[in-house]
């Protein structure tokens, strides 16, 4: 059991950065945190942590044991939670973070679902287009679209993604369709602002992706401005297919380019590794597999 706590106490630490706040999350004294970690490093006669006053990063030999231990202890936490889940109802907060306008238009109606199962539950949802830390943050399940480079998350691909670039009939009859990339050049192209920087559209070629940078006339930093502006014949937009399906199923926008099209890296649940799943987040994320079945619900009729 002491090789247990003393792998848990490593992870937490890794995850936090900070003795100070594993102590504080593990209910131990920072002390105690400091005599895991040393008697781990001796046992393995390894340094596993490099420590300065102001980070705290792996060895390589560190790696190797942290990533072993998550291993460990997941598999741990999965033998709970199959013995546990015929038994247990969920309960309690469950904090999420989501995409504003995807969140708004396809998570909310899960969440909807969720609480309208478990009387139990209460739902806090953050709605926010930037990235968080969410073990920092205190959540218990990001909903991103996009791919995950930390590795203390899980990530549970929920379904595909794509952009898709279009415009509506009364643009196009006024101004021409582009059958090309190069005849993008001579069209009106709506361009997205993020933090203060246009955001490239997303093409394949026969040279592979390629990132086309738009200058338009009109610049927005909301998708459903530019989706509204699109669906008005201001200009050509490219806007993730969750967003402009709908608009092509009744003929307000027509889709554009789609040789060029590409996939995205997919819609994607994240959350803590090492982290025991409670029901509330296993039930919760069991709602998206039978509800999406892995698809693009907002493509299904596309």
Request: proline fraction near 5%.
């Amino acid at each position: 059991m002491d090789n247990l706590t003393d792998l848990n106490v490593l992870v937490d630490v890794v995850e936090t950065g900070s003795f100070t706040l594993s102590a504080e999350r593990l209910q131990l004294s920072r002390s105690a945190v400091g005599k895991c970690i040393a008697r781990l490093e001796a046992r393995l006669q390894v340094r596993l942590l490099h420590r300065t006053t102001r980070s705290i990063r792996l060895s390589d030999e560190g790696q190797a044991v942290y990533e072993s231990a998550l291993r460990i202890l997941a598999e741990i936490d999965q033998i709970e939670n199959t013995l546990s889940q015929g038994q247990q109802q969920p309960r309690g907060l469950l904090r999420i973070t989501v995409p504003v306008v995807f969140g708004r238009r396809f998570v909310m109606p899960i969440v909807q679902l969720y609480l309208s199962h478990w009387p139990d539950v209460e739902v806090d949802v953050d709605f926010s287009d930037d990235y968080c830390d969410i073990i920092r943050d205190g959540f218990d399940v990001a909903i991103r679209i996009g791919g995950n480079d930390d590795n203390r998350l899980i990530r549970k691909v929920l379904a595909p993604h794509r952009y898709i670039t279009c415009a509506s009939p009364m643009y196009l009859q006024q101004y021409g369709t582009p059958l090309s990339l190069t005849d993008l050049a001579q069209h009106q192209l709506l361009g997205f602002r993020h933090r203060g920087s246009n955001v490239p559209w997303h093409f394949k070629t026969e040279q592979g992706k390629t990132n086309y940078a738009v200058n338009g006339r009109l610049l927005l930093n909301d998708t459903e401005a530019i989706l509204n502006a699109a669906i008005q014949g201001q200009g050509i937009c490219q806007l993730g297919a969750f967003l402009v399906s709908e608009s092509i199923q009744n003929g307000q926008l027509q889709p554009l380019l789609m040789q060029n099209s590409q996939p995205e890296p997919p819609v994607c649940a994240l959350y803590p590794t090492k982290r025991y799943l409670p029901p509330k987040v296993r039930l919760f994320l069991q709602l998206f597999d039978e509800y999406w079945q892995g698809k693009a619900v907002w493509e299904q009729n596309h």
